[in-house]
């Protein structure tokens, strides 16, 4: 008789872009995690690291384009029911594929708690910087590049009122005028100072977990406190500490509804005493077990 190998709970994916950043060095991120992940996680199933098209050797829509496309691809086809998908990506402009993918496996509208200390709004009409990593909010709710807005049969992937963002404390004004536009959620880290990590958290699952089929979280780590997460793309004074960040997961970690986490802008080479690995490590942990992990 045949035996079947038990499905892990979770299963991770690498995306090993930086070509929407000014430090292309986040793309070494899912490399660093793998080399270490694989031997102290051995309860999760380690999958396929994207990697950007040889031609995209540029800042280009084209290539991010492609890139993006790829990942999305990767993600839907990796999705096997009873088990969480977690992606390590380079800069935050893979959360375009990410959540692309996330959205086809997805049966019904698509929730998002996006944690991170900025925006990641603009659109390429409004961005100072020209960096595709500023632009993934916008491009997720249907505002963007063209080529990027095609990746999803209806032009988003998230409507305004399913997503959520959490800890913003560095932006520009069209940024906010885009997202009060549209109406969307969104707790400043003086929000979060005010209210509490923890009530932000419950409020922002009760609102994405609102008429939508599923949910997912994306972390970028410059949301993080900086003394636990000093390794990362685009660093921020101030931040959420490593601890509730995990408390707060573990407890996501006990709802069904939560099909997805992605963990972005992970910088091993300015990385201090190997901090922001162990973090992300961490959050991997708390996902797949659900159970708080300490730091």
Not at 14 to 27: E, F, I, N, T, V
Not at 162 to 182: N, W
Not at 212 to 230: F, K, M, N, R, V
Request: glycine residues 12%.
């Amino acid at each position: 008789m045949k035996s079947e190998t038990p499905v892990k709970s979770l299963k991770v994916l690498g995306a090993a872009s930086g070509l929407g950043a000014p430090d292309k060095r986040c793309g070494r991120g899912p490399a660093a995690i793998w080399k270490v992940g694989q031997q102290v996680l051995p309860g999760v199933e380690w999958g396929t690291v994207v990697e950007p098209p040889p031609t995209a050797v540029g800042e280009g829509v084209a290539g991010i384009t492609d890139f993006c496309a790829d990942l999305a691809t990767t993600v839907a086809a990796a999705k096997v029911p009873g088990q969480r998908l977690a992606v390590v990506s380079g800069d935050h402009s893979c959360a375009i594929g990410t959540w692309n993918g996330v959205a086809r496996t997805v049966d019904g509208p698509l929730g998002l708690i996006w944690v991170d200390a900025h925006m990641d709004a603009h659109t390429p009409d409004t961005t100072p910087s020209g960096r595709w990593h500023g632009m993934p909010v916008a491009t997720l709710l249907g505002h963007g590049a063209p080529t990027l807005l095609a990746l999803a049969a209806q032009g988003y992937v998230v409507l305004p009122q399913h997503l959520v963002l959490v800890g913003v404390r560095s932006y520009e004004p069209p940024e906010k005028a885009l997202l009060q536009q549209l109406g969307v959620k969104v707790f400043t880290d003086d929000d979060v100072d005010r209210i509490g990590f923890a009530n932000v958290m419950v409020q922002a699952q009760q609102i994405v977990s609102t008429g939508t089929a599923a949910y997912g979280i994306s972390i970028d780590l410059d949301g993080l406190a900086t003394q636990d997460a000093p390794g990362v793309g685009s660093p921020v004074v101030g931040g959420i500490p490593g601890k509730q960040m995990l408390a707060a997961l573990a407890l996501l970690a006990g709802d069904p509804a939560l099909v997805a986490m992605e963990i972005a802008e992970f910088n091993p080479v300015i990385d201090v005493e190997h901090k922001t690995r162990q973090l992300v490590l961490a959050l991997l942990e708390t996902l797949c077990s659900g159970r708080g992990v300490t730091l």
